[in-house]
C-alpha cells in the first residue's frame, strides 16, 4: 500500500496508475468490529506535482455489517473516493497550525506515502452509523422479537385496543 514518491518524480507530471489490494483486518466503528469480505480494492492515480503529490481514486469494498432495524448480519457494498494531498514532512512542518488541520493534506516520509491509514479512515467514513439491509426491512416485532422478514408472528392479531384492555381486566375482576 505504498506509492513510492522517488518513481513519481521521474515521471515528471506524468500520472501514474496504481491498482491494489489490501487485507484489511476489521475496523472499528461506534462499538461495532466490521470486518470485510474479500480484499479491499484501491485504484488510484497519483501525480507528483513538484511541490505536492496527489492521490485521486476510489475505494471499494464489501463490509459485514448488522442491519440496525433486524439485527441480522449482511453485505454492504461500499464505494467511496480516494482524495488526498501529500508533501513532505519537512514541507509538512512549514504549514501554520490552521493550514495543517484544514486536514485535506497529508504528510509522508522517506520518499514513501503509505496509504493504508487513510483507507481505512475513507472505509470508516464511508460506513453507515445505522445500515439498513434492504429499504422495507420489517424489523423484530416488538413483542416476540421475531425477525419478521424470515417469520410472521401472532401478535399483530392479539394485540387489542387499550380500551378493551381494561374492560377485559375488569371482568377478570
Ligand atoms: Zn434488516
Ligand atoms: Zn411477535
Given at each position: 500500500?505504498?506509492?513510492?514518491?522517488?518513481?513519481?518524480k521521474l515521471d515528471k507530471l506524468l500520472t501514474r496508475?496504481?491498482?491494489?489490494?489490501?487485507?484489511?483486518?476489521?475496523?472499528?466503528?461506534?462499538?461495532?468490529?466490521?470486518?470485510?469480505?474479500?480484499?479491499?480494492?484501491v485504484v488510484a492515480d497519483a501525480t507528483f506535482t513538484q511541490k505536492?503529490?496527489?492521490?485521486?481514486?476510489?475505494?471499494?469494498?464489501?463490509?459485514?455489517?448488522?442491519?440496525?432495524?433486524c439485527l441480522e448480519q449482511f453485505i454492504l457494498d461500499i464505494e467511496t473516493p480516494?482524495?488526498?494531498?501529500?508533501v513532505t514532512t519537512a514541507q509538512?512542518?512549514?504549514?501554520?497550525?490552521?493550514?495543517?488541520?484544514?486536514?485535506?493534506v497529508n504528510w509522508y516520509q522517506n520518499g514513501q506515502i503509505n496509504l493504508e491509514p487513510l483507507i481505512e479512515q475513507a472505509l470508516y467514513l464511508?460506513?453507515?452509523?445505522?445500515?439498513?439491509?434492504?429499504?422495507?426491512?420489517q424489523g423484530l416485532c416488538p413483542r416476540c422479537g421475531c425477525n419478521l422478514n424470515l417469520n410472521k408472528c401472532e401478535c399483530k392479531d392479539q394485540e387489542i385496543d387499550p380500551r378493551l384492555a381494561v374492560l377485559q381486566q375488569l371482568l377478570k375482576n
Open positions: 500500500m505504498f506509492i513510492d514518491v522517488e518513481k513519481l496508475h496504481y491498482d491494489f489490494t489490501v487485507n484489511l483486518p476489521q475496523i472499528i466503528v461506534g462499538q461495532e468490529k466490521v470486518a470485510f469480505n474479500g480484499p479491499i480494492k505536492d503529490v496527489l492521490v485521486e481514486g476510489k475505494i471499494t469494498a464489501r463490509a459485514q455489517v448488522i442491519c440496525h432495524c480516494l482524495m488526498e494531498r501529500f509538512y512542518n512549514l504549514l501554520t497550525e490552521k493550514e495543517q488541520q484544514d486536514g485535506d464511508a460506513l453507515p452509523m445505522r445500515a439498513v439491509c434492504k429499504e422495507n426491512c
